[in-house]
Structure formats: C-alpha cells, structure tokens
C-alpha cells in the first residue's frame, strides 16, 4: 500500500465511526462547537466526545481555538474533502436525498392532516 | 481502499406509510433522487433512475415489504444493466417511532464490484460523483458552511 493509500485508509477509519461522523455533522451545521455544545445535541457523555475529538484532531479533521476557558472545535475544510472524498460524499450526498425525503413526507403528511379537519369540520 | 457500507438515518414527522409512499413512488422519487424515474415496485422490477445532467442508470427492485422494507441494486455508470459486479445495494428501512418514522438508508457493495481496487475506487468515485450534482463538491460544501478564520 502507498504511503498516500495508508494514509486515506487511517482516515477511513476515523471518519468510519457513526459517533465520529456525527460530530462532524454537528461542527458542519454549527461552524464550531465546544465539546459541552457537541455532547448536549449528541447521545453521548462529554468524556466521548471529548475522545472522539483527540481522535478527529490527531487525524487533522479538526482544529481547536481556545477562547478564554472555552475550547472551540472547528472542521478542517481540506483535510475533511481529502479524507471525505468518497465516503463522506455519498454519505453526505444521502443526507442530502434523506433531508428531501423528510421534507416531501412531512408535507404530505401536513396536507393529509389538514385535509382530515376540513373533512371532520363539515361533519 | 473501497469503503464497505455506508449507513445514515433521519427521522420524519410523517406516519410510516406517508414515509413509504415518498420512498418508494416515481412521483416522488423524481422529487429526492433523480429528475425522473420509473419503478415496477416488486422483487426483481426493474429500476430507471434518470438525471437530466448525468445520464441514464439502470436498477433493479430487490426487496419489497411494505412498508418496512425497500432495497434495489443501481448500476455504478450510466446506460449499463444492472448485474452483481457493477452495481451496489441500497437498503431502505422504516420505523414508526410514535407519530414519527425513522428511516434509515444502507448502501453496500462498493467491495463486490468488478476490477482492481483502483478500478473499484474509481467505481465509487464516479458512483458518487453522478450524485453530486445537486450538492456540489463536498470541499465548497463544507467550506460554505464553516467559516475558517485561519485560511481567510
């Protein structure tokens, strides 16, 4: 294996866990985060993310700034696309089609609602 | 290195059946997935995904219970029939959750794929890149997202 295919793989692995990709997810929709912000909207302890953030910074996925006592974790864009190239991507490219899923299901399902009380109101 | 699955999740504010129906119907399909489509929903129906920009890919129904399950097989290029060595497996699965559905989207098979792994990664790559053309190159995606303070 290459030097470069190694190091894809290693990224692999870290992008690989469900947990990890989550906290991606989060920094992407948030910018940046604390680990305290990263715990109260995952399923986790603070500890986990804190672990999976080492893990993510070790990898060069992430980068932290501290500001006064807070530390702020933030996405590493060009390490992210190297490291996301093709998993990430298809994974985004379903969160995409899910999130329109979501949206299309949760009219339609609005429109049946509605449609029900204009039928129990005439009753 | 081709990567083995690819899993994600998302929970709707719809009934299982509503969830289905989005999931499952062309008019919908059109709607999430590619500009048109045709479906013949039921073991081995055939699967016509078409993108305006991208081409014409071929799938094939694998599973149907409704409405709880959904799987198809879709070819990796454009214009080629479906058959085990050049198409990956997309597994749909529903789950009431109270009012709401959990679905959860699967795809496999990226390792099964005919050729040599730089042929396989190609594969992947060039699976993915028809799709992301709604999306765009995922770099300007999280870079217009996430601010970078040290790169500006």
Redesign the interface.
């Known amino acids: 294996m290459s030097p470069v295919?190694a190091e894809?793989?290693e990224l692999?692995s870290v992008v690989?866990d469900?947990t990890r990709r989550r906290v991606l997810d989060v920094?992407?929709?948030r910018?940046?985060a604390t680990a305290t912000i990263l715990a109260g909207e995952l399923p986790v302890t603070r500890q986990a993310v804190a672990k999976h953030l080492a893990v993510l910074d070790r990898a060069g996925l992430v980068?932290s700034?501290r500001r006064g006592r807070e530390v702020r974790y933030?996405?590493?864009?060009?390490r992210?696309?190297a490291a996301?190239?093709?998993?990430?991507?298809?994974?985004?490219?379903?969160?995409?089609?899910?999130?329109?899923?979501?949206r299309?299901?949760?009219s339609?399902?609005r429109a049946?609602a509605t449609e029900r009380q204009t039928q129990e109101a005439k009753r | 290195m081709v990567p083995p699955r690819i899993e994600r999740e998302i929970v709707i504010d719809a009934p299982v059946e509503v969830v289905w129906s989005v999931v499952t119907e062309p008019e919908h399909i059109s709607g999430w997935f590619s500009d048109s489509a045709d479906l013949d929903l039921r073991p081995g129906g055939r699967a016509v995904l078409h993108w305006n920009d991208y081409g014409t890919v071929q799938g094939r129904v694998e599973r149907v219970e409704r409405p709880h399950f959904f799987s198809f097989r879709w070819a990796v290029d454009p214009g080629r029939d479906v058959d085990e060595g050049n198409s990956t497996l997309v597994e749909f699965s529903l789950r009431a959750e109270h009012d709401s559905t959990r679905l959860t989207v699967v795809e496999t098979g990226f390792q099964g794929l005919a050729g040599a792994d730089n042929e396989k990664q190609q594969h992947f790559d060039s699976h993915s890149r028809g799709w992301e053309l709604e999306l765009g190159e995922l770099g300007e995606y999280v870079a217009r997202r996430t601010p970078t303070p040290g790169d500006g």
């Open positions: 295919a894809v793989d692999w690989a469900p920094l992407l929709d910018g940046e980068e700034t933030a996405i590493r864009p060009q992210l696309d996301t190239r093709s998993m990430a991507q298809v994974a985004a490219d379903w969160d995409a089609r899910l999130s329109a899923i979501k299309i299901a949760e339609v399902a049946q």
